[in-house]
């Protein structure tokens, strides 16, 4: 594997007082289970970032492992008429980051967020750095304040 730079994503979370550090993983982690295999965790305990088309702007879910996001439920707590998981050009576009990768922070711009309440049953969740080879350990209550969300029942 080559050498992953995660030097931005870093000092994103520095900026945010975020005391968790950058872990790179041996390989990819482009799903919870193979993250949680890896970090030798739950699945649930896997923050994956989802980001969606709501009423065709971005919506962030940050949502448990162990969940698929119900995405009309998610439609009716943010009032959208649809909510569609985004293609990988609205990803990178509106996150700068790749499917498989995305983080709760380091857009190019705020993206509204949603952080499934399932995650708060984790003392530490692991969350994606910019990379499908990084993550970081984190909390439910830090998710919540680096990206500025809103608690949600997101899950099915």
Not at 13 to 41: F, H, I, K, S, Y
Not at 82 to 92: F, I, T
Request: aromatic share 6%.
């Amino acid at each position: 594997m080559a050498a992953v730079d995660f030097s931005r994503f870093a000092s994103v979370l520095r900026d945010l007082n975020v005391p968790g550090e950058v872990r790179v993983l041996p390989e990819a982690a482009p799903t919870a289970a193979a993250a949680a295999a890896q970090l030798g965790c739950e699945v649930g305990a896997i923050a994956n970032s989802l980001v969606f088309a709501a009423d065709g702007a971005p919506l962030l879910v940050m949502t448990s492992g162990a969940h698929r996001v119900d995405t009309a439920r998610v439609a009716g707590l943010i009032g959208a008429a649809v909510v569609a998981r985004a293609d990988a050009r609205s990803v990178r576009g509106w996150t700068g980051q790749v499917i498989g990768g995305v983080g709760p922070v380091g857009h190019p711009a705020p993206i509204r967020t949603l952080v499934d309440d399932w995650l708060a049953k984790y003392d530490v969740v692991w969350a994606a750095a910019g990379h499908p080879h990084t993550v970081f350990p984190t909390s439910f209550a830090e998710l919540l304040r680096i990206t500025g969300g809103s608690a949600a029942d997101v899950g099915e």
